[in-house]
Nanobody, 116 residues
């Protein structure tokens, strides 16, 4: 089973920053998009940010201007720079990859806690 590997989660105070990293196996060569999803306690998992193979990006409205998704050149590695973190950003952040042949892969998630 292919799993993506996330890292970079942790606990920070409101206003702080974290950078998440997601690495997918190089054996997957036909990436369509990669992205980050968040699941808060008692809530469904929702999209936070997505980057497409051509470089375009999409963000959840609540994180626009605070979070930045980026991709390492021509590699299956993405980052999520999270600034000005708020308590409502707390949750498990999971990495997702979709391929051109409709395959879908997930990581196990990394916990982000924003609390004073």
């Amino acid at each position: 089973q292919v799993l993506l590997v996330e890292s970079g989660g942790g606990s920070v105070q409101p206003g702080g920053s974290l950078r998440l990293t997601c690495v997918a196996p190089d054996s997957i060569s036909n990436m369509y998009s990669m992205g980050w999803y968040r699941q808060a306690p008692g809530s469904q998992r929702t999209m936070v940010a997505t980057i497409y193979n051509g470089g375009s990006t999409k963000y959840k409205d609540a994180v626009k201007g605070r979070f930045t998704i980026s991709r390492e050149n021509n590699k299956n590695t993405i980052y999520l720079q999270m600034n000005s973190l708020m308590t409502e950003d707390t949750g498990v952040y999971s990495c997702n990859m979709d391929t051109w042949d409709a395959q879908n892969y997930w990581g196990q998630g990394t916990q982000v806690t924003v609390s004073s």
